[in-house]
């Protein structure tokens, strides 16, 4: 059985909000069978999901904004505050959206910005989604994503053209690995599998 060469580790990232901004880490604590902390803790709901916050179930991404399909989020800037459970959103460097996400008036200020700016994109009423330890991550088990940027680079060669790595929203990206390394693991699938 060939051995998997060792690798660098060039970036850790969580996503608090699912379809938001990617926030660096410099360290993270894993459990197994666990996601990074905090990664894809809350979605914006896009219309009635019938997501039960007390009893939380994986549902399709199609169900909440994200990059996918709405691609003016990428031109947002969100930062979440452990301590205080606050989401910001910047548009441009100016301050566009503020509150406490453990507060009804914090999600009803959140849900207010995306209502206004993403109207025709929104099926129903934006709802802050939350589920306690749920992650709202595009597959049903917790994963941990990784990318392999020697894959990055070999879909580089393949489309001719210069492919970032964080468009793929991984937890962890590595260089050292030849393409196509982590694609057969069965304890963690490839990035592919992941968005948000």
Do not use: C
Not at 114 to 119: E, G, I, L, Q, S
């Amino acid at each position: 059985m060939l051995s998997t060469p060792p690798a660098e580790i060039t970036g850790l990232y969580r996503y608090p909000v699912k379809g938001l901004t990617p926030e660096p880490l410099q360290q993270v604590a894993l459990k197994v069978g666990q996601t990074f902390p905090a990664d894809r803790r809350y979605a914006v709901e896009n219309g009635p999901s019938g997501f039960d916050p007390t009893g939380p179930a994986w549902l399709p991404k199609t169900y909440y904004l994200m990059l996918m399909r709405h691609e003016r989020l990428a031109g947002l800037r969100a930062h979440f505050e452990d301590e205080t459970h606050v989401l910001t959103i910047r548009r441009s460097a100016e301050l566009v959206a503020e509150g406490d996400l453990q507060t009804a008036d914090g999600r009803s200020a959140i849900e207010g910005f995306f209502a206004r700016n993403f109207a025709d994109e929104l099926k129903g009423p934006p709802k802050i989604l939350s589920g306690g330890g749920h992650s709202f991550s595009d597959v049903a088990r917790k994963v941990v994503s990784i990318i392999n940027l020697g894959s990055v680079r070999a879909i580089e060669d393949m489309v001719g053209a210069t492919v970032h790595p964080l468009r793929f929203r991984a937890n962890l990206y590595v260089r050292g690995w030849p393409a196509g390394t982590n694609s057969n693991w069965s304890a963690g699938r490839s990035r592919s599998e992941k968005r948000g």
